[in-house]
């Protein structure tokens, strides 16, 4: 698979270098909140099925309920994130990342509850038990270095969902590779966007 040069810059929450596909799952942050973690999630519709444009469907609510037997398990659900990260390395944004996606549900991180409300969700598409791409690995620690440049306070703070739910969550799972997402983190850091 052919990686793509790819460059990202946030301008108002918009992150450019994203295909924008908004999601009207989202709300106001609280005031006076700091954007200050990320979650890395995984999400695969049907499960351990991808391509498609399923993902998109779900977060902008139009995904058609009759198309697969798994997806009536999630009639109803009303959920977004800021970011997926398709395994072509395609990024899409759902979100505007001064807004409150709702990605995380009941959470928290180092004590603080309700991470949705200063934390950004970045879901990869992949499942807990295949391996990701490794232009999702290179695209994801482009754009969470970008981010840290531009949110100073989330720094280190990248958590993946099961660590904020642990009892509700296992994403993104035991084939995430962390150390070699944190290598390329270190490694992009230096590059500012």
């Not at 698979?1 to 999601?23: D, P, Y």
């Not at 979100?95 to 603080?112: E, I, K, P, Q, T």
């Not at 969902?161 to 995430?176: L, M, V």
Request: proline fraction near 6%; charged fraction near 20%; glycine fraction near 6%.
């Amino acid at each position: 698979m052919q990686e793509r040069s790819n460059h990202f810059l946030i301008e108002k929450g918009c992150l450019h270098g994203a295909r924008q596909v908004s999601s009207p799952n989202f709300n106001a942050r609280p005031d006076a909140t700091d954007i200050q973690l990320i979650v890395i999630h995984n999400i695969s519709l049907p499960p351990a099925q991808f391509g498609g444009g399923y993902i998109e469907d779900f977060f902008q609510n139009r995904l058609d309920h009759h198309q697969h037997p798994y997806f009536k398990h999630i009639e109803g659900l009303k959920v977004s994130a800021h970011l997926v990260i398709l395994r072509t390395g395609e990024v899409i944004q759902c979100v505007n990342l001064n807004d409150r996606a709702w990605h995380a549900g009941r959470s928290s991180y180092l004590g603080r509850p309700e991470c949705n409300d200063y934390s950004i969700g970045i879901e990869l598409e992949g499942c807990d038990h295949l391996p990701f791409e490794r232009i999702q690995y290179t695209v994801l620690s482009k754009v969470v270095a970008c981010l840290q440049a531009h949110y100073p306070q989330i720094q280190q703070h990248l958590a993946g969902h099961s660590d904020i739910a642990p009892i509700r969550k296992t994403d993104p799972g035991p084939c995430f590779d962390w150390i070699h997402f944190r290598n390329l983190v270190s490694k992009e850091k230096s590059n500012h966007c």
